[in-house]
């Protein structure tokens, strides 16, 4: 049998209710997040407050909804405190972007069902997946909006994959020329697409002289560092006009003109749907 266990409450009137003295401080930028949500949005999750219309739960929300002038859906839970607060948002977890595309491919969104295909062909991080198949950016709306991915609206083609496919096997074989056993990180692989898609560039002449250079290796992290090292090994007693200088892809002048420090990640915090 059903049973009503509790009621939902509206009110636009917000100064009823009260801060719980030592909830933790609502960030500006979370608010920031949850206003372009709601504001594209908004689905009714009411806040929990206590008898004494302490929010226990759900701050962020009120602060948004308050700045945005909509009403307050609330629920009253009484003798409810600090530690029902930390308990309630002690295990929230945010969407990633892998949880993005595994629930569009679930849904038969063959754009995802390909990308998904990719990282599990590269056992390579979605977001460096991306990047290599010049996904890289977060496209349409505000910053704090839902991108066009979390929309489901990425085009990810079997070209697409293809590319990934051909940078990561241009990877394997630089590292095996060289030796290495540093694990690549994201830099490397960003390098292997940026001078496999330079004209001019010989892959055969690539992995000769990595062969030959394999001592004086040094892996990067920085994007700009990474090409001067390709650009070394791969000039090796090569002169005039047959050097290729990769480093010039971030001055505009490379194979393709891509601004590669707006790549697209795995979420660091940018995700809105569990904020409190």
Request: net charge positive.
């Amino acid at each position: 049998m059903n049973r009503v266990i509790g009621k939902i409450y509206q009110t636009d009137d917000y100064g009823m209710f009260k801060r719980l003295p030592d909830n933790r401080d609502v960030l500006e930028k979370r608010v920031r997040k949850l206003v372009a949500s709601i504001s594209e949005k908004y689905l009714t999750n009411p806040i929990i407050v206590n008898e004494n219309m302490e929010i226990i739960d759900g701050q962020g929300r009120y602060e948004a909804l308050k700045h945005l002038g909509k009403p307050i859906d609330y629920i009253v839970v009484h003798g409810a405190g600090s530690e029902d607060c930390k308990r309630m948002n002690r295990f929230n977890t945010k969407w990633s972007t892998l949880d993005f595309a595994k629930s569009f491919a679930k849904a038969g969104n063959k754009a995802y069902i390909t990308l998904l295909r990719g990282v599990n062909a590269t056992n390579l991080p979605i977001g460096t997946v991306l990047r290599l198949a010049n996904h890289g950016t977060k496209a349409g709306g505000t910053s704090y909006a839902m991108s066009k991915f979390e929309k489901g609206l990425l085009d990810f083609t079997d070209l697409d994959y293809d590319k990934v496919i051909r940078v990561h096997k241009a990877a394997d074989e630089i590292t095996y020329a060289l030796q290495t056993t540093h694990r690549r990180n994201d830099a490397f692989y960003t390098a292997v697409k940026i001078i496999t898609e330079t004209e001019n560039y010989s892959h055969d002449k690539m992995l000769r002289n990595c062969a030959a250079l394999r001592s004086s290796y040094n892996q990067m992290s920085a994007l700009k560092d990474q090409l001067v090292e390709f650009e070394r090994i791969y000039n090796y007693r090569t002169s005039g006009d047959k050097k290729l200088y990769f480093s010039d892809y971030l001055r505009g002048k490379g194979a393709a003109v891509r601004d590669y420090g707006k790549t697209y990640s795995p979420y660091d915090d940018t995700d809105i749907s569990t904020l409190k």
